[in-house]
Structures are given as C-alpha cells and as structure tokens.
C-alpha cells in the first residue's frame, strides 16, 4: 500500500510507492567513468586555462604553477559576479538586482581519474577544510547572505567537466529551498524550544531502521520522508548552525563518514551520478538554536515528470528503511 509521508522539518509531503518498489538492479542508469589519459584545463599543468587560484594546498611549486593538491579558482564562467552594487530596482510590480555574487570551483585533486569515494581519507579532509576557509572568507562580504557549497559528480548530474570538483556559489539572497529549511526549523523550535534536527536524530538513532551508519560525530541516515530514491542525510551529532564553524576534528570526521557514505553508494548502486548539497544557516544568521547543518546526498536514478512539476510532490519508489537496509549491508568504512 503506498504511503504519504509529510517531511517534519518543511511539511513537504512524499509518496512512498511501496507498490512499485525498486531494489538497486532496477533502476536504469549508467555508471560514472573516467576517460583514462584525458588532460583537461582541471589538471596540472593546465593553471593557464583557469583564473588566477584563491586558495592552494601545494606540495612545492610557485601559485597558479603545477606542484598542487587542491586549488579553488573563479568559476571561468560565472552565474554571478563580485564587483559592483546591489542596485535593487523595482520595474512596477516586478523586482531586480544586479548578480552580485561569487561563483568559485573547488579542483578536489590533482588526479583526474580520483573520486571522493576512491581518493585518501586525507584528501577528503583537505576538500572539507576548503569548503570551510572558502565560506570563512566570503562571509566577511555583507553583501552576501547565503553560500552554496555542491557537488554535481556524473554528467546525469550535471556536471560538465570529468575532474573531480565541487562548486561554490555566493548570493544576495537566501534561497527559497533554505529559507523553507529555516522557517520550518523555527516554527518547530518555536512550539518545542528544541532543534528539530536534534530531534529528529535521536528519534533516528533510538529506532536505527532508517540509519545507515553512525560515528561519535556523525550519523548517516535515509529521511523518513525521502524524495529520492537512497537520499542520503549527514548530520553531525553536536548541534551546529553553521557549517563553517566545524573544528578540526569535525573535519577530520566528516571526511571519514562522506568518503565512506559514497562508498557504499558506489557499492550498492554501481557508480551512480549524484548531488549533494551542504545546507547550513544563512551567513548573517545567528540561527543558533534552531537550525543544524547538514548534507544531502541524492543519486540521480529518478526523473521529475509532469505530476511531481504539477503538484510539488516527490514520488519515491524506494522506501527509506530498505535503501538504509542495502547501504548498512554494504559493509565498507
């Protein structure tokens, strides 16, 4: 029987099509791979195809020169652009801005043919510390409200480079998606005078049917209400508003449970494309109490079409306990 599952934090609902359930083999998708020999404007020795980086780990080497671990360069292409003013406008009814922002790439390694699923625990710690100094650094900017750190691994991802890269992207205004996150998690704090977050990690934890794994930091979960297909959530166990004030062994740990969760996703799926985002308080929030951190991790093993466009519902058909029940069975660390 399917069932309608309401998501606590955003009341969004979910279909859970218990009826058409999938199990990993089912569903039609091609796996990620990597051209071998491929040289590309990401690798080393390519520094002149990129702007000028913002932030290096080197090894040896002059900047912008080969000799390098890890770079975050401008997006050569960016969907917005740091210099100049706000300019808000009204035209009658409808309003504008100019695109301030910031729009950077986060080169993940020196290694074409690497993932954060296959490179050094080391490594991946080393991506986490960029994401956390780059936010660190763009937020001193007032005029930005919300920086977006994501992922797209896998052309059905949309990614359009092979190298492994995350993205980060800095805005004027708090997305609709967040600002959603947030109003949820302050009408539930409001009510309860406790993070909804919070809650719902000792719920998770306490009934384990949804948990995938679970570390002194961090626990890895499927949401009750799932959109997709094996959603993956990563949550740190200590309450956190904001990502960027993760110390040194929350890096260390985050980089333990993200590599090891896309392992198993590797596993379990063969190598599926996927997103993930980093969901974290605006920048000028202090939203302390109420909001929590997280990641959410989606494959792209499903598509949108016309009843989820028309109705703003996500129509999943795998329930969560059982992609929880694959992932755990995975094994791997």
């Known amino acids: 029987m399917p069932e309608l599952r309401k998501d606590p934090i955003t009341d969004r609902w979910v279909i859970i099509a218990t009826d058409r359930a999938q199990r990993p083999s089912d569903f039609a998708r091609e796996p990620v791979e990597f051209t071998p020999g491929r040289i590309c404007p990401f690798c080393p020795g390519m520094e002149t195809k990129t702007p000028p980086e913002v932030l290096a780990i080197r090894d040896g080497g002059a900047p ?11 997006n050569k292409l960016p969907l917005l652009g740091i210099e100049g003013e706000l300019n808000r406008q009204g035209e009658g009814m409808f309003d504008k801005m100019d695109g301030l922002g910031a729009h950077e790439v986060i080169i993940e390694t020196s290694v074409h043919t690497e993932n954060l699923a296959s490179m050094p625990e080391k490594q991946v710690e ?57 109003d949820g998690a302050i009408k539930y704090f409001g009510f309860k005078e406790r ?46 508003s904001h990502f960027e004030s993760i110390d040194q062994k929350d890096l260390e740990g985050l980089a333990f449970v993200l590599r090891s969760t896309l392992r198993k996703l590797e596993r379990v799926l063969e190598k599926p494309a996927y997103n ?54 995975a094994g791997l660390s």
């Open 126 to 182: 080393r991506v986490v510390w960029a994401f956390r100094e780059r936010v660190l650094d763009l937020k001193k900017d007032k005029r930005l409200r919300y920086i977006l750190l994501f992922k797209n691994y896998g052309a059905a991802a949309g990614a359009t480079m092979e190298h492994p890269h995350s993205q980060l992207i800095a805005l004027p205004v708090v997305p609709k998606r967040v600002q959603e996150e947030m």
């Open 276 to 329: 993930f985002v980093i969901h974290t308080a605006p920048v000028q929030d202090a939203a302390s109490d109420y909001f929590h951190w997280h990641i959410e991790l989606m494959p792209k093993l499903t598509k949108l079409a016309g009843f989820e466009w028309g109705t703003g519902f996500y129509t999943n058909p795998t329930p969560p306990e059982e992609s929880a029940r694959f992932l755990r069975d």
């Open 64 to 74: 912008n020169q080969p000799g390098w671990s890890l770079r975050v360069v401008p």
């Open 195 to 240: 993070c909804v977050f919070c809650d719902l990690i000792r719920q998770e934890m306490k009934d384990q049917t949804r948990v995938v794994s679970e570390t002194d930091r961090f626990v890895v979960i499927e949401p009750w209400a799932s959109r997709f297909p094996f959603e993956t959530w990563i949550l740190p166990r200590r309450h956190q």
